[in-house]
Structure formats: C-alpha cells, structure tokens
C-alpha cells in the first residue's frame, strides 16, 4: 500500500534549537495533517494544511504543503522540554474516495535537553 | 465535549480469550476509525466505518471485527486474542464533510496485552 517516509526517525536536541521535520511520497496528496503524541496518550492534531504551498503556523510550529503534492515539512522554533514527543505526518492521498481514510508516517520522537 | 473516549485504558488477556472494545464520541461524526499502534510502524488501519450500520477493513483487519450500531460508538472486537495482537489501540473520528473533513480526532488509546 501507500506509504508515508518521515525523516528524522528521532531528534534528540539542546533547549532552545529549532527542529525540522519531514514527510515525502511517491504520490500526490490533497491533504496533509501533522499530529503530537505525548507519551501515553492519543494523537493530537497540530495543523492542518489544504493546498500546495501553504504555510501555516501554530505558536512557534509552522507547516508546509510543498509544491510538488509529494511533501510536508514540520519546523519547531526555539524548543522547549514539553515539545518532547513523537511527530506524526499524515495524508490523504489524491483519488482516494470520500471515506477520510489517512495514511501515516512512522513518526518522528522528539527529546529535549534542558 | 469528551471528544472520542475509549473503554477500557488498560487489559491484559490470556492466548485465545475475546474482548471487545469500545469506541465513543460525542462530536456527530459521521466517519470513525480503528487503528493499531505497535514500535516503530507508525498508526495502522484495521477497520473503518462511514456511516451507522457500515463498517469496511482497513490495511490490516485480520483477527478483528467491528460494529456501528449506533452513529457515535464503534466497537472492535477479537474473537479469539493472539500474542501478536498486544499493541496500543487509538480510534478516532471525522466528519465526512466540510471544514475539518480528514482531521481526525483521536481518542486516548486501550493499551492490551495478550499473554
């Protein structure tokens, strides 16, 4: 089946650096989703990005829609330890019906070093 | 709003025992998910409904059944439990259109051992 590729697979990082994230296919994607994970709780969604090129931002996250259809790019700006987590990129690939079935990456975990 | 909620958060079965979870959400979502959570591979599909009364399999269904009896809850159940079915399960919910149709909500997850 389809599948997401997510890179890093984890990050281990100083307090105060910024982070970037990202998620590629061999496919074109009408949707692109970026979700946190804490530890030992459900997926939460971060942003939600609709249309080639968009940018968006949530506080000191910001997320694009690239061009090509074919990626997504997550960047954290000056990190904090409650940004420890995993990072999961999704998508909603073109032709694939009415039934918001998504397709993840593996994620991406997050460590923060005070 | 409780969002998605999900019973119970924690069971441990013995090989061959069955048990059914359950999936609920308070927000009209038409759309709801069942997916499995296991290291390193990310959140896999295992049954999917659209609607009350339909339910469809997702990429790894086998050992598994639900049902959609009612619009806000869905169920997942197994038979007959297998060691390779310990994982963390997560539902989740969508509308089916309009704003925010794809972003999936998430519920807190049934963490299940089977021994």
């Known amino acids: 089946g389809q599948q997401l590729n997510q890179s890093p697979q984890s990050m281990f990082i100083q307090e105060g650096e910024d982070v970037s994230m990202n998620c590629t296919s061999s496919?074109?994607?009408?949707?692109w989703l970026w979700y946190k994970q804490d530890p030992g709780e459900g997926p939460v969604l971060l942003i939600a990005l609709y249309k080639a090129g968009e940018l968006t931002s949530n506080g000191r996250l910001t997320a694009q829609f690239g061009i090509t259809r074919k990626d997504s790019f997550l960047n954290i700006s000056a990190s904090i330890p409650s940004d420890v987590g995993i990072y999961f990129c999704?998508?909603?690939?073109?032709?694939?019906?009415?039934?918001?079935?998504?397709?993840f990456g593996q994620g991406t975990t997050l460590q923060v070093k005070p | 709003n409780a969002g998605v909620t999900q019973t119970p958060k924690f069971r441990v079965l013995k090989t061959g025992q069955s048990m059914t979870l359950l999936c609920a959400q308070d927000?009209?979502?038409?759309?709801m998910y069942w997916y499995r959570q296991d290291p390193g591979m990310g959140l896999r599909l295992i049954h999917y409904s659209v609607g009350e009364g339909t339910t469809a399999k997702g990429e790894v269904p086998d050992g598994y059944n639900v049902s959609r009896l009612k619009k806000q809850n869905f169920l997942l159940g197994l038979e007959s439990a297998a060691p390779s079915q310990t994982s963390v399960y997560f539902c989740?919910?969508?509308?089916?259109?309009?704003?925010?149709?794809?972003?999936?909500?998430f519920g807190p997850g049934t963490r299940l051992t089977v021994l």
């Open positions: 927000m009209n979502h038409e759309y």
């Open positions: 989740a919910s969508t509308h089916s259109r309009g704003a925010g149709f794809n972003e999936q909500f």
């Open positions: 496919s074109i994607f009408n949707t």
């Open positions: 999704a998508g909603r690939p073109n032709g694939s019906g009415n039934t918001g079935k998504l397709i």
